[in-house]
């Protein structure tokens, strides 16, 4: 169903999974706007073949020329360095959002360099795969996902307004979330996920080289398989996140590691009494 807006011209800087998705789900709308991608010249042909965007520019200043909104679909210290760049070539009223997977210094950067008549509004779709790049983009990535927004306590209520509406037409489903909260939850729920299971791989990996025994990774089923699939994520976008998130993510390892023992002193003293633990799991697996 088409959702109704004033914008005349939307900016994605970064035409790759997320903005090729974004730009995707926008256009399923049929929008009266203009969608305009910021990339490489290669990424921009494939994103216009594949009608993610309608035209694209390797030019920063031209690409968000009278954008009413500009979203920034970067890696997170992209983003950063992006912020100052491109505020002499907003026009006023912008609304300004990214999609970077931590938020505070985001957040922060954005206060700090942003023209006050720009309004940013830090977002976060909780969506992503293992794969990337435009090739991958996909209209109905965000379907039903949840999309976090980070707004302050100086966010324009119209800015918000316009943020709700652009969830809305991607079929997300928004969360608002002070920044500092958003980092410290994603570091236990996307981010040790992430560290454990590039832990588990390489893991298995290292027993195969010791014991030169590749019976291992032979023996490996769909558990192991579902549970490391995120390690085929690229590092040049988990860099940015354990740069930025670091403090969180290492709080996270440690409480982790405080469970795990748990689960060892029962394991180690009495084995039955582990059924309360995966019956507790269970059920909350249940619930998501």
Request: hydrophobic fraction near 40%; charge should be positive; aromatic fraction near 6%.
């Amino acid at each position: 169903m088409k959702e109704e807006s004033d914008f005349k011209k939307i900016t994605i800087i970064g035409v790759g999974l997320i903005g090729g998705s974004l730009g995707l789900a926008l256009k399923e709308n049929k929008p009266s706007f203009r969608i305009v991608g910021v990339d490489k010249q290669e990424i921009i042909k494939k994103a216009i073949t594949r009608g993610a965007i309608d035209e694209g520019t390797v030019n920063l200043e031209e690409g968000i020329k009278e954008a009413d909104v500009v979203i920034l679909a970067t890696p997170v210290k992209t983003i950063l360095d992006l912020l100052p760049k491109i505020n002499p070539f907003l026009k006023k009223e912008c609304l300004v959002t990214d999609t970077g997977s931590t938020k505070t210094q985001i957040v922060k950067r954005a206060n700090k360099v942003l023209s006050k008549d720009i309004h940013f509004i830090g977002g976060h779709p909780i969506a992503g795969s293992e794969k990337y790049g435009i090739d991958s983009s996909n209209s109905h990535l965000f379907q039903e996902k949840t999309y976090i927004i980070t707004p302050t306590h100086k966010s324009n209520l119209v800015a918000l307004e316009k943020i709700f509406l652009l969830i809305k037409m991607v079929g997300a489903n928004k969360l608002i979330l002070d920044p500092l909260d958003h980092d410290r939850i994603v570091a236990a729920v996307s981010h040790l996920p992430q560290i454990m299971a590039v832990s588990l791989i390489n893991m298995i990996n290292i027993l195969t080289q010791e014991e030169d025994n590749d019976n291992y990774f032979k023996s490996i089923g769909g558990g192991f398989k579902d549970m490391t699939r995120i390690a085929s994520s690229p590092y040049k976008i988990w860099e940015d996140i354990c740069k930025t998130n670091q403090e969180n993510i290492l709080k996270m390892i440690q409480e982790f590691r405080n469970y795990l023992g748990v689960l060892e002193g029962k394991l180690k003293n009495d084995p039955s009494s582990l059924k309360e633990e995966f019956q507790k799991a269970q059920k909350l697996r249940k619930r998501l």
